[in-house]
């Protein structure tokens, strides 16, 4: 985020542009670090070193560890999550169909912006020990995903959501199906990032996956018969 | 996993029964260290610490980590996808539905009786960096994984199974829903251990997920438009 400037061409930044520059750099290779190795296994000093600046820069910016975390947590992650379940139209939070793709367009959207969203998720927040997690725990919109359970539940008795599935479970199937192959699938397929071919294939695998196990189950029965037409507890 | 004999009742324990148990009693103790905490903070005065036993006796059965981690994959965790890759029925093997719901029930049976299981997966397999994975992804039955592929894609070019979900993803998909909330739910819920109304409610939320979500699109449209029903990339 840094911009050389060439004598030849200034950029007429002026220096409080860089000031701001500097901090909102810091956080982006903070973050980045974070999701590549984990928080645990980051120092200031490999912070300062990725951003350029000396050690006392950080400390300038973010006084100390905690700081440091906090601002992370304020400025880069907890707004993803707020973009996730920002309200919706009327018409969209009546039908939980609507509701259910746009969270996964949101998420598919959000990672897609902030490539290092995925890993530093399963690493930080989900995960056992997760060092970010009891701050987003904090942050997450209680109200709004108690909203959708409540829409789910209300579409069951209904009789046009499944009534097998757990309405307060929903959304955390939906986080796994998204976010778990985005961030393992470095790995997978040994490439940097996910080629945008992957990613629209699992963006189509999720809705429709999503779509039809939302769907209540069939009246008439199948002409095979399968395992869906078995009670199993 | 050992067991103290006093003095009034002896067990009856020969010597050489003492020595097996102490190596499994060490891969016992081992695996769960790593599942608590991740295998890059535990040390062999760890294990030995929680064994019960000197450091040396660490090294006599284990000579080294690296082999310390061997034995860890070959005898705890490889068996573990063994189990849910075994072969099935041939009736099984031609419905795909029967077929997933097997996984999905082997998931689930395999962590009632390994409850290290999925934190283990989370942290050191699935994980970017995990430091199991690399031996982990060498014993999966790459075979098997393929022949399921096989069998949705016929499935989906007869009609029987959903076209738009993708074949090669499913499996992640189910692993995903299955293990992510059972090694995050202790700390969701606060309590060591899953109680048994969770696991069923989750095995039950699964199921009908993938059940109905494998289901091929219903040609009558619903009463209700919804997102499936909108062409979505």
Known sequence: MT??????KPRGRRPADAIVDVREHLLDVTTQLFSDQGVAATTVA?????????????????????????AIVDERVAPTAAFVWQPATEETNRDPFVLAQTFIDRLFDVTNRMPWLPS???????NEGGLLRSRMIKRLPFDSVQRF??????AQSEGTVNPDLEAGLLFN???ALVMLPLAT??????VPGI???ERDMLHRHVSALLMGGMQPPRRSPPTKPHAASRSKS
């Open 173 to 175: 199937s939906i986080l």
């Open 46 to 70: 490999q912070i300062a070193n990725a951003a350029g600046v000396a050690t006392a820069m950080v400390h300038y910016y973010f006084t100390n560890r905690e700081k440091l975390l906090d």
């Open 120 to 126: 530093l998720w399963l690493r930080e927040i989900v």
């Open 3 to 8: 911009s050389k400037s060439s004598p030849r």
């Open 185 to 190: 699938a470095k790995i997978l397929q040994n």
């Open 149 to 154: 359970s409540v829409t789910l539940t209300k």
């Open 195 to 197: 080629p945008a071919v």
